[in-house]
């Protein structure tokens, strides 16, 4: 069965923004750490942005000043609103869920950057 389901996906124009949520299938579990990773075709997977339970977060440095990670813990959600689009932004975005005895990955969104 699907555990985690990422949505808000889709094809903008350069400038443009998209929100994109992932929910664990279950509100039974507890999670630690969530993040979001995105990987381009024929390019490496690499990370976009996390945050701890606590609130804290880091970023990539190519999307520091646009992009912004929140979580909800008592839904288990993950959000990551996504401004002034790029079209270097252009990937599959993938979250992970740091749960108590294994990570949590969703099946991935696409996302499309193009004039």
């Known amino acids: 069965q699907v555990q985690v389901a990422e949505s808000g996906g889709g094809v903008v124009q350069p400038g443009g923004s998209l929100r994109l949520s992932c929910a664990h299938s279950r509100s039974v579990f507890s999670i630690n750490g969530m993040s979001w990773y995105r990987q381009a075709p024929g390019k490496q997977r690499e990370l976009v942005a996390a945050?701890?339970?606590?609130?804290?977060?880091n970023y990539a440095d190519s999307v520091k000043g646009r992009f912004t990670i929140s979580r909800d813990n008592a839904k288990n959600t993950v959000d990551l609103q996504m401004n002034n689009l790029e079209p270097e932004d252009t990937g599959v975005y993938y979250c992970?869920?740091?749960?108590?005895?294994?990570?949590?990955w969703g099946q991935g969104t696409q996302v499309t950057v193009s004039s």
């Open positions: 992970k869920l740091e749960g108590a005895f294994r990570d949590y």
């Open positions: 945050i701890t339970r606590g609130g804290s977060t």
